[in-house]
């Protein structure tokens, strides 16, 4: 299948990857192209952005927890458009370990064989940039690296001393985009602020995509991105009919889903129904429900006050209805969230307390699933993801839990996945696709059902 397509990747986190990419997605749509986003890693802030800018749904691309068939069967499946453009994640070559650049970008360039552009920071060099390109283009046989954007550029003299310097590298200058402090987009917890948190961020989107577009030599990189080598193509995925209904939580508080997961729970018989926790007064009629992560403590107060919602959640949990939450999600079914100075009342479920913590968690995970429950019909291993910036506190002791996990920290026997009734709720975020997760999932919810 030829896709035609291109990686954005950079030297390091923060040299301006995730707004590079919305310009160039812009610049790509005002020619007419219709544009599918990707996301090397597993992060949701930042495709929340590709997805406002492109009009289409971001997708991870993540080799660790989806597996190499499993990454590509989902690049494919999902190039749908004219083009398909994927922005990396940290440094080009930064993977799982320093030895190896397993889970990279760049090893997701070479998997769906793709053209790179790499990004460079010019903020504090001028000649020396060259040292930095070679050795990317240098440090691996063959880095796919087909041209280059200058980022911070701080004067026409600055630009020339740059191209200067990188015309040994005989790589394609496809962008000169000057330091200006009105298009960098702010930070938030953990890579950007979530597009759902602020209504005004959309538009912020817009106006910097809109001038970082006129900075970039669109019709260059259409040339290096025309011609794509053929990736083998994989059979379609059938989707079964409809036969439970999983209600959703998306709103302010709860948005960090994997689209995969999603169509995950379709394409094995899932209706989707989605909700606020925020807004609405009650669930929807369903046979399951699924609470992603997010960011409950900023909205702790509006979640607080919608006691009928707290409390009819709590009520199916008794009910044994199948209920999967994740990260946010957990902190919502425990007792309550201390932020700042506040401490917000939570569903209760478990009998537990959430803390809010000034150091970040972050790490690709890996342990096992001890006993059958929502997700699993056996004790199996598993690989995630999770970071927080949260700590249970408080934890009954008579507490269970379903995971046993050996973080990327090297943490051993860290538990994870509270289970209560049906309920299994983790810090740990899953890629469904990775096990049969979602079909086991819409199986418990059709036992519930039919009970």
Request: charged share 25%; hydrophobic share 35%.
């Amino acid at each position: 299948m030829k896709i035609p397509r291109i990686v954005l990747a950079g030297t390091s986190s923060g040299v301006g990857k995730t707004s590079i990419t919305c310009g160039l997605i812009y610049g790509l749509k005002k020619r007419g192209f219709s544009i599918q986003p990707f996301k090397v890693g597993p992060d949701y802030i930042d495709p929340s952005y590709l997805s406002s800018i492109s009009g289409n749904k971001a997708f991870n691309l993540d080799v660790w927890m989806m597996g190499k068939n499993q990454m590509l069967k989902s690049f494919i499946e999902n190039s749908k458009s004219d083009i398909s453009v994927i922005e990396g994640v940290m440094g080009y070559y930064d993977g799982f370990s320093g030895n190896s650049n397993f889970a990279s970008t760049h090893h997701i360039a070479e998997l769906t064989k793709s053209p790179v552009i790499l990004i460079l920071d010019a903020s504090k060099t001028a000649r020396s940039i060259a040292a930095t390109a070679f050795g990317f283009q240098k440090f691996h046989k063959n880095s796919r690296i087909s041209g280059i954007i200058l980022n911070k550029i701080g004067s026409k003299k600055h630009e020339n001393l740059c191209r200067q310097a990188l015309e040994k590298t005989k790589l394609p200058i496809v962008g000169v985009i000057p330091k200006n402090p009105e298009i960098a987009l702010e930070s938030r917890h953990l890579g950007l602020i979530s597009t759902m948190t602020e209504k005004n961020l959309h538009k912020k989107i817009q106006k910097t995509s809109k001038i970082i577009a006129d900075y970039l030599n669109v019709e260059e990189i259409i040339k290096i991105l025309k011609n794509p080598i053929l990736i083998n193509n994989k059979p379609k995925q059938n989707y079964k009919k409809p036969n439970v209904t999983i209600a959703v939580a998306l709103d302010n508080s709860f948005n960090f889903y994997y689209h995969d997961n999603l169509e995950s729970l379709r394409r094995n018989g899932a209706h989707l129904k989605f909700f606020s926790p925020i807004k609405d007064r009650k669930i929807p009629n369903c046979d399951g429900v699924y609470i992603g992560g997010g960011f409950p403590e900023v909205l702790g107060d509006s979640l607080e006050k919608n006691t009928i919602m707290r409390q009819s959640i709590k009520k199916l949990s008794e009910e044994n209805m199948p209920i999967y939450a994740e990260c946010g999600g957990l902190m919502y079914l425990t007792k309550s969230i201390d932020y700042g100075t506040k401490k917000y009342k939570m569903t209760g479920l478990f009998d537990a307390e959430t803390k809010m913590t000034k150091k970040m968690k972050l790490n690709y995970t890996k342990g096992r699933i001890l006993s059958k429950n929502i997700l699993s019909d056996k004790s199996h291993l598993l690989r995630g993801h999770e970071f927080h910036y949260s700590e249970l506190s408080s934890v009954s002791s008579d507490s269970k839990f379903g995971i046993e996990l050996e973080t990327g920290d090297g943490i051993k026997n860290h538990k994870d996945g509270l289970v209560l009734y049906n309920t299994l709720a983790s810090y740990g975020h899953l890629y469904f696709d990775s096990s049969d997760y979602a079909k086991i999932f819409v199986k418990n919810c059709m036992k519930y059902s039919r009970r």
